[in-house]
T-cell receptor, first 116, second 115 residues
């Protein structure tokens, strides 16, 4: 069964600290892996999109890594800010879904809280 | 600001009623997607339109329907509303309907409350 599991479910860190969120998936074959940030009550915002051939991709203070062999991805946030408080969702569309062209399936993700 | 607009922002109605949610995609985007997010849940894909034609269907109830108009805006119609339909409804748009880097841009959502 195609599944995506994220850990931890929730995380609280102090402002300025770094953190790493994990995503394990069993989706196969997969086309790409996406990380989204969703503020409470707002639409998700794409952070990174990686194909299976990419190992790492950065977007400002966000760096995503992908190990297609172990089916693991991580999202590293550097020098956290209060505005980083949000849910971070890993999305892995199956290849047969057009790589996400046919609509994406979102889990609940990791709920990150940055404390001053 | 993603460039995707949704109206209304909030909607409060009663069970059994019918409502219409509207979405305008980013300029130049041909695909529109509709998602539902219930309280403390992940987004659930409902339906996708590409250049006026239905392209993909997700977990959309028969009481729900959508369409995309020639100017590419889309409407999601929800009828015979039930309490469980209370949720955030998001619209997203993308340039086209395929490809690994087919990025979806999400609107601010419409919060529907059914009393």
């Amino acid at each position: 069964k195609n599944q995506v599991e994220q850990s931890p479910q929730s995380l609280i860190i102090l402002e300025g600290k770094n953190c790493t969120l994990q995503c394990n998936y069993t989706v196969s074959p997969f086309s790409n892996l996406r990380w989204y940030k969703q503020d409470t009550g707002r639409g998700p915002v794409s952070l990174t999109i990686m194909t299976f051939s990419e190992n790492t991709k950065s977007n400002g203070r966000y760096t995503a890594t992908l190990d297609a062999d172990t089916k693991q991805s991580s999202l590293h946030i550097t020098a956290s800010q209060l505005s980083d408080s949000a849910s971070y969702i890993c999305v892995v569309p199956p290849a047969y879904s057009g790589g996400g062209a046919d609509g994406l399936t979102f889990g609940k993700g990791t709920h990150l809280i940055i404390q001053p | 600001d993603s460039g995707v607009t949704q109206t209304p922002k909030h909607l409060i109605t009663a069970t059994g009623q019918r409502v219409t949610l509207r979405c305008s995609p980013r300029s130049g985007d041909l695909s529109v997607y509709w998602y539902q997010q219930s309280l403390d849940q992940g987004l659930q894909f409902l339906i996708q339109y590409y250049n006026g034609e239905e392209r993909a269907k997700g977990n959309i109830l028969e009481r729900f329907s959508a369409q995309q108009f020639p100017d590419l805006h889309s409407e999601l119609n929800l009828s015979s509303l039930e309490l469980g339909d209370s949720a955030l409804y998001f619209c997203a748009s993308s340039v086209d309907g395929g490809g690994d880097y087919n990025e979806q841009f999400f609107g601010p959502g419409t919060r529907l409350t059914v009393l």
